[in-house]
């Protein structure tokens, strides 16, 4: 049933996982290894060094190439983290909520509803703010607004399934609570959880670019693709290079992320109440 | 009772009630343009947030560039040259005492008369204020209005700087500056009156008949835009007639352009990265020196900044009074890992490097290019680039190794910065120096030009040679103006006076 797109989708991520994976070790990319007389040089230009700058040079000198790769690494890093991390904390609450039903649901729901009240950037930048910037935060920062979505879409499958007969009849031959939410319960659960994951992979990379072009995301010394285009903003007349180059292969992911995730959801019928956001 | 009407009727009513709107507009926009034809629009790169010339922004370089449009001064910057304000005269009659002479033509734009009382009352209130002015006029013990035109000053010891530091405090009505929301829509006596003022966005100014003549604008607007690739879209468009300083980095995008004309003036403004000189390793100047020698920090400014800084040879930048060029630090990594290795630090060392981006041009790629040559002799510093708020506060509780920073010399003066910055009693990063202390008390005292002049020399010398921070560039600021402007000066200031510009249509 996979569409051609979905294929190219496909392809394309997997090169960018690929690049993530083992990019840095054909192009390594030292932040601190600035060289100012190459400074702002257009793509396919050789350096003074003698090395060849395919994508052009920074505003320091540095290689954009290699900054986009290894920018990739941390964008994937923390997309994957972020949407692991949610996901189990998102799969443990909603199975509770929507399981057990009652004040446990009530408590968990409303939680839930009043955080989404925030727009989930502005969040994001609040913790961001105060965890103050490092990879483990943003982590952090983005996963505490990504959780309840998760969340969410569990306790729907959760409430939808805890009455149907198979899980009545293990209840009737004496089954433990948690081994019917392990056992019966969390496997009608995993086809929308995993719809829901690809879509937020892709946002999850967005808000981390976002936090990262505010300078509240990875530290300076470390490459992200959202503060590679913070630094190109001021160059965008003079050396578009710097912010289009990170710009585009952000831009390519989020796309191929949204079509698998799209591809993903006409696949499976009961994940159509997969909230998106 | 509702109306009803038929469809025509809605029809033929709603289009009475558009063209009427449309011919309004038209007869607003073409009384306007007439008006608009001699209405200046410029932007400074930095926002306005505060009219208040004695309050918590008094030395921020945009409440001075708005001071001086506003308000008056009893002793106006000329250049090198200290001119007449709203004094005539001044003599200093014994060392402790100073008595000024004022003009009885200058009124504040309410129409009241402006007399010694209101210099008396606006010294009194930034002496009080507690803020970065107040530092000036500490040692003021008396203020005196003798007659409406006389006014004496004394101190409790000499105040050299007495005259320079007078061209930074603004005279407001004593009547009326203590009343509240009044620096909403402040009144001077300057040469343009306060239309409206909204902090951080725009600040609107009209002319005004001045003692010194009435400005030959009409109108001038203010407004701040934050990006810098908007103002600079904007200079190019035409929707600003000036702009400054326009950032190094962008100056080719302004460069060729017919209809706009680059002018540039080396600043007051430098960076410098301060040693906290209280903390280890930093206690020793040869660990100090090192750090500097480390760095190429010519090849740096000369590929950062090109035309928009120039190489510092003192600790302040040579449009200073009191500069005395120095010896500079040649870039040799060899020689700084020796000189760490004398200090017994021959394996390097981590320490930090605090800045906020906002500090000035390029502030993150200068910080970054230094941090890269540290890393060469062995030195790993950790960047910490972090909110301004809390830059300041670390500054203040010297929770710092090092401090990269834009520092501006307000008045001209070396006293503002050696004198203010490096005094053991400031203690604003550890460096303690009974000599140095002596040398800048004395030239804040003295009131003669020539034995300032040496005194700053050699405390330029001890600051340089002691490397109690590093200065790399100095910044030249460069105006963007559209052809259209004529009569622009450019201040090294960055608080260009704005009387003698005129328009061409």
Not at chain 1, 41 to 48: A, D, R, Y
Not at chain 2, 198 to 219: C, F, I, N, Q, Y
Not at chain 2, 470 to 475: H, K, N, S, T
């Amino acid at each position: 049933m996979k569409s051609k797109a979905a294929k190219a989708a496909t392809g394309v991520l997997a090169l960018f996982v690929l690049v993530a994976v083992f990019g840095p070790m054909l192009a390594p990319y030292d932040s601190v290894a600035t060289g100012v007389s190459d400074r702002l040089l257009p793509p396919g230009s050789t350096l003074s060094d003698g090395s060849f700058a395919l994508l052009g040079t920074d505003q320091l000198g540095r290689d954009v190439f290699a900054q986009v790769i290894a920018g990739s690494r941390i964008s994937l890093l923390v997309a994957v983290t972020v949407v692991v991390v949610g996901g189990l904390i998102g799969l443990v609450l909603g199975l509770l909520a929507g399981y057990y039903g009652g004040w446990l649901d009530t408590v968990i729901s409303r939680v839930g509803d009043m955080q989404l009240a925030f727009p989930s950037i502005l969040l994001a930048i609040l913790l961001a703010g105060a965890l103050g910037p490092s990879l483990t935060n943003v982590i952090i920062a983005l996963a505490v607004t990504r959780w309840v979505i998760f969340a969410r879409v569990v306790r729907g499958s959760a409430l939808s399934t805890r009455n149907r007969e198979f899980v009545d009849s293990a209840r009737v031959m004496g089954a433990g609570s948690v081994r019917i939410m392990a056992r019966y319960i969390y496997p009608s659960c995993v086809q929308p959880l995993l719809v829901a994951a690809t879509v937020q992979v892709g946002l999850t990379m967005v808000a981390e670019a976002a936090l990262s072009f505010l300078g509240l995301g990875v530290p300076i010394d470390q490459a992200s693709w959202g503060s590679t285009i913070a630094a190109g903003r001021d160059y965008l007349a003079s050396a578009w290079w710097i912010a289009a180059v990170p710009g585009i292969a952000l831009t390519l992911v989020v796309i191929c992320v949204g079509v698998l995730g799209d591809s993903a959801r006409d696949g499976s019928d009961n994940t159509k109440v997969a909230v998106v956001r | 009772m509702v109306s009803t009407y038929n469809r025509r009727g809605f029809l033929k009513i709603s289009g009475i009630g558009l063209a009427s709107a449309y011919l309004a507009a038209c007869s607003v926009g073409g009384g306007d343009s007439g008006a608009a034809a001699n209405a200046l629009k410029a932007a400074f790169a930095q926002p306005v947030n505060d009219l208040d010339p004695h309050g918590p922004s008094s030395v921020d370089e945009s409440t001075l560039l708005a001071g001086r449009l506003i308000y008056d001064t009893l002793i106006r910057r000329d250049g090198d040259k200290l001119v007449p304000g709203v004094a005539t005269s001044w003599e200093q009659t014994d060392e402790n005492t100073w008595v000024f002479q004022l003009r009885d033509d200058v009124t504040f734009h309410d129409g009241s008369k402006l007399t010694a009382g209101d210099v008396k009352a606006s010294l009194e209130r930034v002496k009080d204020a507690g803020t970065a002015q107040s530092a000036l006029w500490t040692s003021v013990s008396a203020v005196e209005a003798e007659t409406d035109t006389t006014l004496r000053i004394t101190t409790s010891e000499p105040l050299g700087t007495m005259p320079v530091n007078l061209t930074l405090m603004f005279i407001l009505p004593a009547a009326k500056m203590n009343e509240p929301g009044f620096f909403r829509k402040p009144i001077g006596s300057g040469p343009f009156r306060v239309d409206g003022f909204t902090p951080s966005d725009e600040l609107r100014l009209s002319a005004v008949e001045h003692w010194g003549g009435k400005p030959k604008l009409d109108r001038v607007t203010l407004p701040y835009i934050p990006e810098t690739s908007s103002q600079i879209t904007a200079l190019r468009t035409g929707e600003l007639s000036a702009l400054w300083p326009v950032p190094p980095d962008q100056l080719r995008e302004l460069e060729g352009l017919d209809e706009i004309r680059l002018e540039t003036i080396p600043s007051y403004a430098y960076y410098f990265n301060w040693f906290n000189c209280g903390r280890e390793p930093f206690t020793d100047p040869r660990v100090r020196r090192a750090m500097w020698r480390a760095v190429d920090v010519a090849g740096i400014v000369k590929n950062l900044f090109g035309d928009g800084a120039e190489l510092m040879t003192a600790p302040i930048p040579s449009t200073v009074f009191g500069h005395a060029p120095q010896e500079p630090y040649r870039h040799d990594p060899d020689a700084a890992k020796r000189e760490l290795a004398d200090a017994g630090l021959a394996d390097g060392f981590r320490t930090s490097l605090m800045w906020f981006s906002d500090t000035g041009p390029l502030a993150d790629a200068l910080a970054q290019a230094m941090i890269s040559d540290w890393a060469k002799i062995g030195v790993t510093v950790e960047p910490q680039n972090v909110e301004k708020a809390e830059w300041l506060r670390r500054l203040n509780a010297k929770e710092f190794d090092m401090d990269l920073q834009i520092n501006t010399v307000t008045t001209g003066d070396a006293d503002f910065t050696l004198g203010r910055l490096y005094d053991s009693d400031a203690d604003r990063m550890g460096y303690r120096n009974p000599e140095l202390d002596t040398i800048l008390r004395q030239a804040h005292r003295d009131s003669d030009r020539g034995r300032r002049e040496e005194l700053y020399s050699r405390a330029c010398k001890i600051v340089w040679d002691d490397a109690v921070g590093m200065f790399p560039a100095a910044l030249i600021s460069t105006y963007g103006l559209r052809s259209t402007v004529e009569g622009f000066e450019p201040a090294a200031s960055n608080q260009p006076d704005l009387r003698g510009v005129t328009l061409a249509s």
